[in-house]
């Protein structure tokens, strides 16, 4: 008999994400964290979002039986030929500090481009989320923001690489954009809205 979730496993130790992929769920799905459960995040040797996507709902789901949304994003800069891209955390460092990865974001910059900040050096924000039950992936969506990386960093909110990336037709950076704006209008908002669907209709067995 098929059934509508309604408990879910959010596959992510990233306070950001936890609090974006809540706010966009449905409000009846009562949430879990992986800290809830005390793991940490498995090995990530996919080569796409989309397979790591897959690769954490999967692992996150059979250590706890729950079904599970789990997020893998990141930025693509066209001229660092589309760095740091799923290693967007990773450039960030052990202790995931993204003040790290974007000294070294503009490092490359410099090095590609020593006037790079006098253009609009094209990037975009990617998003593949998946939704697992153990073994089995239910759904993967992907979602993408179009934007531009600022000449330095602005703004506290958001979090990761938000403070240096302008989103298209604006003008300030998601660092520099209100929460309740950008959650919006990022490339995990758009992720969700294909996700509508799915939670509308029943989805598991």
Sequence with gaps: ??????????????????????????YYIKTFSTKDFKLKSPKENGKTFKENSIIKSKYFSKKTNLVCIADDSGLE?????????????R????NK??????????????KKDKNWKKKKI???FICALSISYLNKNLVCVIGKVEGSIACKAKGRNGFGYDPIFIPKNEKKTFGQIPFSKK??????????????????RSVLD
């Design 91 to 94: 450039w960030a460092g052990k």
């Design 122 to 124: 094209s990037a975009r």
């Design 97 to 110: 500090d993204f003040k790290i990865a974007i000294k070294k974001v503009f490092k490359e910059l410099n």
């Design 1 to 26: 008999m098929n059934k509508k979730i309604k408990e879910l496993l959010i596959g992510s130790n990233n306070k950001g994400k936890l609090r974006e992929i809540k706010n966009l769920l449905p």
């Design 183 to 200: 959650y919006k209008m990022d490339h995990r908002s758009k992720a969700f809205k294909k996700l509508k669907n799915f939670f509308k």
């Design 77 to 89: 800069i066209d001229i660092l030929d589309k760095k740091p891209g799923i290693y967007s955390a």
